[in-house]
């Protein structure tokens, strides 16, 4: 019987073998799937965020008043409304407000959302269950009804706050007090009102992420001698910061642009002393009716947010480069 001695094919090149069509398709093919996943997404963030963004901008550089709304009409006049603003001392008074209106509501929101959730994992089960539902309505009662409801408690003459207090007798008779008569106690209250309104968010997203570490963790901390503060500086925080860093940048974004308890309560006043970025755009936009002065106002506003976030971001990634 005859043997046929099978031999491999003998390469006469000594480049790389060349892949079959068929391969190099199937390797082309996972690169490209991520895209296509995330395609849809970003053909509606285009559309619905995008152009929106686009026509701010166009907006912004032009003479746009109550005669081009029916003329659809405009002259474009380069940087003239930026220049107008930031000559604007008015404009200057509100993005200095603004800013502290910002620091003392994340402040206030963070440091009340971290002491909650850690008090919310030394307490029992149905204690938990009853604050987490306290906070859910909180959360759950829309802004403009909130914002009334306040406005009813601090009213002179008939609110329950003024009756409480002078009940309290502790800063005298406040029954005809006008809280938003008076800028700083305004604007302390719509800080009051701010806070509370987005405390259970921040409470119940810390809550959560704290009950993601391990209490092998802590005891094992214990066990080496450390105490509250050192577990809470070495443990709590590094392992929650990327928590944190997602929320200081949403609280601040919803900050900045808080408009409905402003609006509703003072509506900018008295005097303006309450008057933010959000409030500034709107009255320049809508009562002044200069458009393309309150468009430049928004893209301040946009471009403010944007170069904080993109700042921390990175700040947050060269900290956990260097860990």
């Not at 398709?25 to 619905?48: D, F, G, H, K, Q």
């Amino acid at each position: 019987m005859a043997i046929t001695e099978k031999r491999s094919p003998v390469r006469t090149s000594t480049g790389p073998r060349p892949r079959p069509p068929g391969r190099r398709r199937s390797a082309t093919r996972p690169r490209m799937l991520p895209w296509a996943m995330i395609a849809p997404a970003v053909i509606a963030l285009l559309l619905i965020q995008g152009y929106p963004l686009v026509r701010l901008l166009v907006l912004s550089t032009q003479d746009f008043g109550p005669r081009s709304l029916f003329t659809g009409q405009a002259d474009f006049v380069g940087l003239d409304n930026f220049t107008k603003i930031f000559g604007d001392a008015d404009f200057r008074a509100v993005l200095v407000r603004t800013l502290v209106f910002t620091a003392l509501c994340v402040l206030l929101l963070m440091v009340l959302g971290f002491l909650i959730s850690h008090l919310l994992m030394g307490v029992s089960r149905w204690v938990q269950i009853v604050t987490t539902v306290c906070l859910v309505l909180v959360w759950a009662m829309p802004m403009v009804a909130a914002t009334l409801v306040w406005q009813w408690m601090y009213q002179p003459q008939y609110g329950v706050a003024n009756w409480l207090l002078t009940k309290l007798q502790v800063f005298g008779d406040l029954t005809a007090h006008d809280w938003f008569s008076h800028p700083n106690q305004a604007l302390g209250l719509i800080v009051l009102l701010t806070v509370w309104k987005g405390l259970p968010f921040v409470a119940l997203t810390l809550f959560a992420a704290r009950g993601q570490i391990s209490e092998s963790l802590y005891e094992a901390a214990r066990l080496d001698g450390a105490g509250t503060l050192q577990t809470f500086r070495h443990i709590t925080i590094p392992i929650m910061r990327p928590v944190l860093a997602i929320l200081t940048i949403l609280e601040v974004i919803w900050s900045v642009n808080s408009f409905t308890p402003i609006w509703v309560l003072t509506q900018g006043g008295p005097d303006g002393q309450t008057t933010t970025l959000g409030v500034y755009a709107y009255i320049t936009a809508f009562s002044r009716n200069d458009y393309g002065s309150g468009a430049s106002i928004a893209v301040v506003t946009v471009l403010i947010l944007a170069l904080f976030s993109i700042a921390y971001v990175r700040k947050l990634s060269a900290q956990g480069e260097t860990r």
